[in-house]
């Protein structure tokens, strides 16, 4: 997990060093190994070692103005801890920084014929992708967590892109841009319209404004059959090198509660994904809860995987694609789905049916991992905002009749949410209502170029401020009635 922060102006503005110095702050504990940046004044990458409050903490520590600005605070997942493995990257006219874990970054050094020791980190395959390119289409060929900023230095643009694993957000000031992997940062500045960027979309931003945006269609790893693999029931700690307990899902043997900056629950009932291990300890990655990383030690949790069979929930782990060419539609699932198997074939692959849309096709075991019946549960409450399953003490029976609901739309979640909003007076009601349509306008322009739309949607903005400022005189007047 890292940090990314961002900030693009008109011409003649540069960015508030106190207010990217503020979130440089709030972005720190999501990486503590290195800190960079990139100023387009005079095309600088900075880079330096350490915590980045230590480093600003020093006397002689600034940032030369500029009206572009991309900045990262790393926390290693691939590559060593190093100067030269710190974001960003410059390669021809794109510097880059990411947030997020590649896991088919050497696969396409290979099909272009990149040797792979060229690079040490992910990040500078995708850097090195875009300007051999040109173009987005390295993108679309990514598979993995990420979030991107990046700039061509030949136009001076600015361009974001974040898939559904890893958060970006902007908000305004002054005419100018600022972006964070932490939305509190840009509220903490005075940001005005505070919002994240939508998944699988690249922005281009000139100038403080998004000038375009392009869908990206997200690679996704099909769901080829290995019969090669059982399912493993039983591990022992004792038996396995260090190596081999990465990607296991392990579940604690009680509660377990992590101090230290910030507090993180281990629930019984949960499984959690080993991502480091040293000689003593597991640092274990919450994937339901905060995504905070901890070092637990090995002893609090069980040796033992637990059995998927019929009736098992599952997540994938990925998104995944049917194999046979003559199916329409060939998307199966997104990762994160919850999947029910409904049958275990004989060579162990799982025919598995998904609970967000309904199709079902024969998956491998190594696309999934098993979701205990406290995350099912949660799960459907916050998808579906279903009333609350009943929890279920002991996780090893079998898989209860849980009632699945019928799958909402977009648009009636949405009118859920609406509708089930409480307020308490009626300035609530009418700033709700103000903030929600603000947002959808907001998304419009977006995606609405031409001149007459754009004119109808600054009409809609006008009648808004007139009904604000007119409500407010209403509700002064009233109040002073009463009074």
Sequence with gaps: MCGLIGFSG??????????IKMILWNNQDRGKDSFGYYVSSNNIIHKE????EDI???????????NTFIGHVRAATIGAVSKENAHPFNYGNITLAMNGTLTNAWELCRQIGVPVTDFDVDSQVVAYLLNRAQSKEPLTKLIGSCALLYTDTNTGKLYCYRNSDRPLFRGKLDDCMYISSVDTSLKIIGCSDVKEFKQDVLYEIENGQVKDNFKVKRAV???????SKELTTKIKFSEMHKSEFEGLYLCPTRDIKVYGGKTVNFRSGCYYLVVKHSTAEYEIEVKDESGEAKCISKYMFNEEKPVISKGSFVFGLSNLVYTSSNVKDDKLGSKGDLYIVDQVTKKGNL???????NKSGYIDPIFLRYASLLEVREYFELFYLMNPLPIIE???????NLNLPVVLTQGEIYKKEVYSTAFLNFEELVGFTIDEIEDQLSDLEEIIKKPQQLLKINNMKILIENFTKKAEVLLLNTQDAVN
């Design 56 to 66: 600003m903490s020093k006397k002689e520590f600034t940032i030369e103005p500029s």
């Design 351 to 357: 025919y598995c049916i998904n609970q967000a849309n």
């Design 394 to 400: 002991n996780t090893n029976e079998e898989t209860p």
């Design 221 to 227: 790893t099909p769901a080829t059959v290995n019969t």
């Design 49 to 52: 070692l350490g915590k980045v």
């Design 10 to 19: 008109p011409k003649d503005k540069t960015f508030n060093i106190d207010k």
